[in-house]
């Protein structure tokens, strides 16, 4: 793992490499539009005022660095400016940012980034299994931080893998209400005397997901304030590209060794989340042009309420009390139920064996016939 402390203009440009200085001049003096996402955990500025205890009476252990104090707002815009300008530079056209703030800073970043030109996804809520109580009792207590999606512009071509986020929750939608824990454990890293090395060290379960909704295999994510590396490390399990700037030289040693320690990704087709737009178009005719739907095949809905026939020309025909119905597996599936539209594919079932099973299933088997002829 190689630390590089740089000149900022102009910086060379290796992946899996963590930059040491100031990561608004190494950006701009990064070549343009290298980088496909952008994660910043960006210094909160939480504008803590004296000790905190706990009730009985011993301190809380929070964000004292000097990392996190600006001497007023108008220093800490300055610098939201300065660093997201550093990473408009670096990403590509249809690249996004993610970045993770608290109400301390979180609508300052929101206001600055949309002044730059990004265009606003999501936001994400994190709500946090184990948040830190409130001692003083005098506020809600703080459980959630939010993180803000955007892409580079209205027009970007972001990456989203819907369907990969739909797989990781039961298939249900990915709602933008996350819910971890605190890095706590064994993912939280110590230094010599046993204390924590960071205080706003993140979970990797927090990374995992954006890296697997946000990009794909060899993706190259740039995150600005690496910390002790929780991006890198991700990055690395999940078989992306990282670059890592970090300005502290004690977190970027923490950080080589970190993923220096994590194991190499497995092979890309155990990565891989492929979207169902990616997918070949592949017409309901070629199934019966292939002999997986013959001329004559009686198709049904899973209730066994509604029945069509396959046609030679790979339409359906049908009829019922609404009316004799020919055209599309679409077409006739929305006319049968009378509605507006219908997803065929998902609609109508055939028969295998003493079940019913939907034609997609036939669908999926030729994509991937035709995949494998195209990797052969």
């Known amino acids: 793992m190689k630390l590089r402390a740089v000149d900022p203009s102009p910086v060379p440009f290796e992946p899996d490499r963590i ?11 990064l070549p343009a539009g ?30 004292e660095e000097d990392w996190d104090r600006f001497s007023d707002f108008e220093t800490y815009d300055r610098f939201t400016r300065d660093w997201l300008a550093g990473a408009r530079h670096v990403l590509k056209d249809d690249g996004a940012l993610w970045v993770i703030g608290s109400y301390h800073n979180i609508f300052r970043v929101g206001a600055i980034l949309q002044d730059l030109g990004f265009w606003i996804l999501n936001d994400i809520v994190w709500r946090k299994i184990n948040p830190m109580p409130n001692f003083r009792g005098r506020r809600f207590t703080n459980a959630h ?27 249900l939608q990915m709602r933008s209400d996350w819910l971890f824990p605190l890095c706590t454990g064994s993912e939280r890293l110590k230094d010599d005397n046993g204390e924590k090395a960071h205080p706003t060290q993140k979970p990797e379960a927090l990374l995992y997901r954006i890296l697997m909704a946000a990009t794909e295999p060899g993706d190259l994510v740039l995150d600005p ?17 990282w670059l890592g700037i970090e300005r502290e030289h004690a977190y970027a040693g923490l950080a080589a060794r970190r993923i220096a320690a994590v194991q190499e990704a497995p092979e890309k087709d155990v990565l891989y989340a492929p979207s169902k737009r990616q997918a070949p178009r592949v017409p309901f005719g070629w199934l019966v042009e292939r002999g997986l739907l013959h001329p004559g095949t009686l198709l049904q809905d899973l209730r066994r309420r509604h029945s069509a026939r396959v046609r030679a020309d790979g339409t359906l025909i ?8 020919a055209g599309s597996i679409h077409q006739v599936g929305a006319a049968v139920q009378g509605l507006p539209a219908c997803n065929g594919w998902t609609f109508w079932h055939f028969e295998e064996g003493s079940e019913l099973a939907p ?18």
């Not at 040491?20 to 190494?26: H, I, Q």
């Not at 999606?149 to 739909?166: I, V």
């Not at 994509?367 to 494998?372: A, F, G, L, S």
Request: with cysteine; charged share 25%; net charge neutral.
């Open 34 to 63: 290298i980088a496909d996402l952008v994660f910043a955990d960006p210094p909160y500025n939480l504008q803590l005022g004296g000790e905190l205890l706990r009730p009985n009476h011993t301190r809380v252990d929070g964000v």
């Open 145 to 171: 931080e939010t993180l803000i999606w955007a892409a580079k512009s209205r027009d970007a071509k972001y990456h989203f893998a819907y369907e990969a986020m739909k797989s990781l929750n039961d298939d």
């Open 225 to 241: 304030f690496f910390g002790t590396g929780t991006t890198g490390a991700v990055a690395k399990r999940l078989g992306r590209r």
């Open 19 to 29: 930059l040491v200085g100031d990561c608004a001049a190494l950006m701009q003096g």
């Open 359 to 376: 034609i997609d299933l036939l669908r999926q088997r030729l994509i991937t016939e035709m995949r494998q002829g195209v990797q052969n």
């Open 318 to 325: 049908s009829e019922n009390a609404l009316g004799a119905h």
